[in-house]
């Protein structure tokens, strides 16, 4: 294994702030957050939904979860100039470029109309299956693009994206690729939303994370991916370097189905192996973009753990009150927001938060913050007792 040092060299995110990372950081600059209702399928759970403006695709042959993946992965690759089979030259066909995608709906859960009339012996079209054998996200890029390298699907619960993006890290130190595009991608859809509606933890109003009076994340949807390469391969592609993937790293306590462990061992764990792996000690952190969904649990474990662990100066942060819990692409969202704090050195506000919970005892940044920052943490948790972090830093 190769200890080259990991760069990000190309970004693109789609979510309720905005179709690019120019958009995103635009909405965050305004302080905008713009829930609205779901109007591409039928749903009479009426809560607060963080949904993107593409347009309704039900009659396309696409299911929506690729098209939020398309348009993040095209402005990912455009910015790191990576080539694609329709723009063919010498540097790129001898790469192997692979993709790594996290995601749980993976374009496969909005089929209920078939399966109803399967049941009922009235087939009125067999598009559905076809759609579903095409809903493997990064097999089909893999293949659109014409890349040598593999396409893997992170079906991970909510860590999905962040453990799409350490699959991405370890093929490149592994050599198996010269570049992966790694990220993750969910649309909304009544099967996830009526899940965490059952759970009782979908919020009747605009979610709070680590506020006092928190009751509850809202669900979203969108799509985020990062280039990762070595920077020999960048240096040779003449590809700008936006930011350091510093290291990865993931632990599962399996303490409950849904549940985090209440001690944070888990999270503990992934984010002390993460610190090693990068050599770095707790105090080199200056920015942490937390998992913060807003629930009672998830906050209080986080919280909790990350006033202990780290510095009483560190930022801590969480994009849920501007994007929605988007599951299997949160942790790639994540990870392009980080990224865009690091380079802009600056954090909005936490969206929500206005009383401290003084069972967690720390204050997430409550006003819009410049800062000088060069580590930071981005970390995800998931159902099953499942707990990732990413560490990245400033170049």
């Given at each position: 294994?190769?200890?080259?040092?990991?760069?990000?060299?190309?970004v693109?995110?789609?979510?309720?702030?905005?179709?690019?990372?120019?958009?995103?950081?635009?909405?965050?600059l305004?302080?905008?957050?713009?829930?609205?209702?779901?109007?591409?399928f039928?749903?009479?759970?009426?809560?607060?939904?963080?949904?993107?403006?593409?347009?309704?695709?039900?009659?396309?042959?696409?299911?929506?979860?690729k098209e939020?993946?398309?348009?993040?992965?095209?402005?990912a690759?455009?910015?790191?100039?990576?080539?694609?089979?329709?723009?063919p030259?010498?540097?790129?066909?001898?790469?192997?470029?692979?993709?790594?995608c996290?995601?749980?709906?993976a374009?496969?859960?909005?089929?209920?109309?078939?399966?109803?009339?399967f049941?009922?012996?009235?087939?009125?079209?067999?598009?559905p299956?076809?759609?579903?054998?095409?809903?493997?996200?990064?097999?089909?890029?893999?293949?659109?693009?014409?890349?040598?390298?593999?396409?893997?699907n992170?079906?991970?619960?909510?860590?999905?994206?962040?453990?799409?993006?350490?699959?991405?890290?370890?093929w490149?130190?592994?050599?198996?690729?010269?570049?992966v595009?790694a990220?993750?991608?969910?649309?909304?859809?009544?099967?996830?939303?009526?899940?965490?509606?059952?759970?009782?933890?979908?919020?009747?109003?605009?979610?709070?994370?680590?506020?006092?009076?928190?009751?509850?994340?809202?669900?979203?949807?969108?799509?985020?991916?990062?280039?990762?390469e070595?920077?020999?391969?960048?240096?040779?592609?003449k590809?700008?370097?936006?930011?350091?993937?510093?290291?990865?790293?993931?632990?599962?306590?399996?303490?409950?189905?849904?549940?985090?462990?209440?001690?944070?061992?888990?999270?503990?764990?992934?984010?002390?192996?993460?610190l090693?792996?990068?050599?770095l000690?707790k105090?080199?952190i200056?920015?942490?973009?937390?998992?913060?969904?807003a629930?009672?649990?998830?906050?209080?474990?986080?919280?909790q753990?990350?006033?202990?662990?780290?510095?009483?100066?560190?930022?801590?942060?969480?994009?849920?009150?501007?994007?929605?819990?988007?599951?299997?692409?949160?942790?790639?969202?994540?990870?392009?927001l980080?990224?865009?704090s690091?380079?802009?050195?600056w954090?909005?506000?936490?969206?929500?938060?206005?009383?401290?919970?003084?069972d967690?005892?720390f204050?997430?940044v409550?006003?819009?913050?410049?800062?000088?920052?060069k580590?930071?943490?981005?970390?995800s948790?998931?159902?099953?007792?499942q707990n990732?972090?990413?560490?990245?830093?400033?170049?």
């Amino acid at each position: 294994m190769n200890n080259d040092k990991i760069f990000i060299t190309g970004v693109g995110i789609i979510s309720a702030l905005g179709n690019s990372f120019a958009e995103t950081y635009k909405s965050l600059l305004t302080n905008q957050i713009n829930p609205d209702k779901i109007n591409f399928f039928d749903c009479n759970i009426n809560k607060p939904f963080f949904k993107t403006n593409l347009t309704d695709t039900q009659s396309s042959s696409q299911m929506r979860t690729k098209e939020l993946a398309d348009i993040a992965f095209f402005q990912a690759i455009d910015q790191a100039k990576i080539s694609t089979y329709s723009k063919p030259d010498t540097i790129h066909r001898k790469l192997k470029i692979g993709i790594c995608c996290g995601t749980t709906v993976a374009s496969q859960l909005n089929n209920i109309e078939f399966y109803k009339q399967f049941r009922e012996g009235a087939i009125k079209s067999y598009d559905p299956v076809k759609q579903y054998l095409a809903g493997n996200i990064s097999e089909s890029l893999v293949h659109e693009h014409n890349f040598s390298g593999p396409g893997l699907n992170v079906v991970n619960a909510c860590s999905s994206g962040s453990d799409a993006i350490g699959i991405g890290m370890s093929w490149i130190k592994k050599g198996i690729c010269d570049v992966v595009i790694a990220g993750g991608a969910d649309e909304l859809n009544i099967v996830p939303i009526a899940g965490f509606n059952s759970l009782g933890i979908l919020s009747d109003s605009l979610c709070k994370p680590f506020d006092k009076d928190r009751d509850g994340l809202n669900l979203g949807e969108g799509a985020a991916f990062l280039v990762l390469e070595k920077k020999s391969t960048a240096k040779i592609r003449k590809a700008e370097i936006l930011a350091e993937c510093c290291s990865y790293s993931t632990a599962a306590d399996a303490y409950h189905l849904t549940t985090p462990r209440p001690d944070g061992l888990g999270l503990s764990t992934a984010i002390e192996k993460a610190l090693l792996n990068a050599n770095l000690k707790k105090e080199d952190i200056d920015f942490i973009n937390a998992h913060g969904t807003a629930t009672k649990n998830n906050d209080a474990v986080e919280g909790q753990l990350f006033k202990k662990m780290f510095k009483s100066n560190t930022k801590i942060f969480s994009t849920k009150g501007y994007t929605g819990h988007t599951l299997g692409a949160a942790g790639a969202i994540d990870a392009v927001l980080t990224v865009l704090s690091l380079r802009k050195q600056w954090i909005p506000k936490n969206a929500g938060f206005t009383n401290e919970d003084p069972d967690i005892g720390f204050r997430p940044v409550s006003q819009p913050t410049n800062y000088n920052a060069k580590y930071a943490l981005s970390t995800s948790l998931a159902f099953g007792g499942q707990n990732s972090a990413i560490i990245f830093r400033r170049v």
